[in-house]
C-alpha cells in the first residue's frame, strides 16, 4: 500500500539525508547525473553558482529564479521554483549535497545559514529576476 503519510517531521538537530531531498524535489529537472536537460534544465554539477558562493546559493533555494542566467557557459531562460516550504535542516542537507556530489568539491553548508537568509531576505516575494540580481546579492555582502 502506497504510504501517504507525508514526510516525517525532522526532528531539530536531526540529521536530514540530503540525497532523498534531491530525489523528492529535483531530480525531476536536474536529473540524477546532476547534469540537466540540455537548453532547459541547467546542469548542478560543475556549477559556479552551486559551488560559489553560500548565501547566493541558499537564496536561490529560497526564492527561485525566474529570468536569464548563465550557467557553465550556457545561458538559461527558465524558472526555478522556491523551495522556502521545506524547513532549514532540509535545505542545508540538499544544499550539501548538491555541493560535493558529481564532479563538485564545495564544503556543506549549515542550516544556521538557510536561518538567517530566510530571516534577511523576508521581504522578497518574488523569485530572482536572474543571474544579474543573484551576482548583486553577493557583491552587497563583500
Ligand atoms: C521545475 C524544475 C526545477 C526543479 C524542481 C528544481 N529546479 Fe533548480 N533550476 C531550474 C531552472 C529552469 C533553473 C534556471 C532558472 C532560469 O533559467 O531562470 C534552475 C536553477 C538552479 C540553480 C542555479 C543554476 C545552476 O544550475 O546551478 C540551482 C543551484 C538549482 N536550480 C538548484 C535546485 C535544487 C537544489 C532543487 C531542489 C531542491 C531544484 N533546483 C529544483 C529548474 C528546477
Redesign the pocket.
Known amino acids: 500500500m502506497a504510504d501517504l503519510s507525508g514526510p516525517a517531521p525532522v526532528a531539530v538537530g536531526a540529521a536530514v539525508d540530503g540525497k532523498a531531498?534531491?530525489n523528492g524535489?529535483?531530480v525531476?529537472?536536474?536529473q540524477a547525473t546532476g547534469k540537466?536537460l540540455p537548453g532547459?534544465?541547467?546542469?548542478?554539477d560543475g556549477?559556479?553558482?552551486?559551488q560559489g558562493d553560500a548565501r547566493t546559493?541558499a537564496n536561490?533555494?529560497l526564492h527561485?529564479?525566474?529570468?536569464?542566467?548563465s550557467?557553465?557557459g550556457t545561458t538559461?531562460?527558465?524558472?526555478?521554483?522556491a523551495?522556502q516550504q521545506?524547513g532549514d535542516a532540509e535545505?542545508a542537507a540538499?544544499?550539501s549535497y548538491?555541493r560535493s556530489n558529481w564532479s563538485n568539491k564545495a564544503n556543506s553548508l549549515p542550516s544556521t545559514l538557510f536561518e538567517q537568509e530566510r530571516k534577511a531576505s523576508s521581504a522578497r516575494t518574488k523569485?530572482f529576476e536572474?543571474g544579474a540580481a543573484l551576482k548583486a546579492l553577493s557583491d552587497k555582502s563583500n
Open positions: 531531498v534531491f524535489q529535483c525531476a529537472c536536474h540537466g532547459v534544465f541547467p546542469p548542478l556549477s559556479e553558482w552551486v546559493l536561490i533555494l527561485g529564479i525566474n529570468g536569464e542566467i550557467v557553465a538559461y531562460n527558465g524558472a526555478m521554483p523551495f521545506l535545505l540538499v544544499a548538491i523569485p536572474g
